[in-house]
């Protein structure tokens, strides 16, 4: 009883693993535009948010306006502002705190404002 050894052929491999490599998973998507909703979402809802910049000062007002670099605050018997996205720290809805419960009126960062 004669046995082969049976290997398959140089084409047979690199075809294997040509196959291999289209299944490999896409790289994400460089932006997901979530950010875009968030803003729209609250400019439309004219939700009151609170904008804590770098330098730990709060802003508190209605997004009214965004681009790329920067955000337009509409606020109450105060000027509004254009605030670099790059100078704010965080933002949340006024009323909640960062963790998104309710706060009893109080700086729920124990954050100073000014």
């Known amino acids: ?3 082969r050894l049976i290997r398959p052929t140089l084409s047979d491999v690199q075809d294997q693993m040509g196959a291999r490599m289209q299944r490999k998973k ?3 998507p460089e932006q997901t535009n979530a950010e875009n909703f968030y803003y729209l979402k609250q400019m439309q ?3 009151s948010m609170v904008v804590v ?3 730990g000062e709060t802003i508190r007002g209605v997004i ?3 681009d790329r670099t920067c955000i337009k605050v509409h606020r109450h018997n ?3 502002l254009l605030i670099m996205k790059s100078c704010i720290r965080y933002m ?3 009323g909640e705190g960062r963790n998104g419960s309710s706060s009893s009126g109080e700086n729920p960062q124990g954050l100073e404002s000014e």
């Open 1 to 3: 009883m004669n046995r």
């Open 26 to 28: 896409p790289a994400p």
């Open 45 to 47: 809802g004219r939700t």
């Open 53 to 55: 910049l770098d330098q």
């Open 64 to 66: 009214e306006w965004y």
């Open 78 to 80: 105060e000027p509004n």
């Open 92 to 94: 949340y809805k006024d």
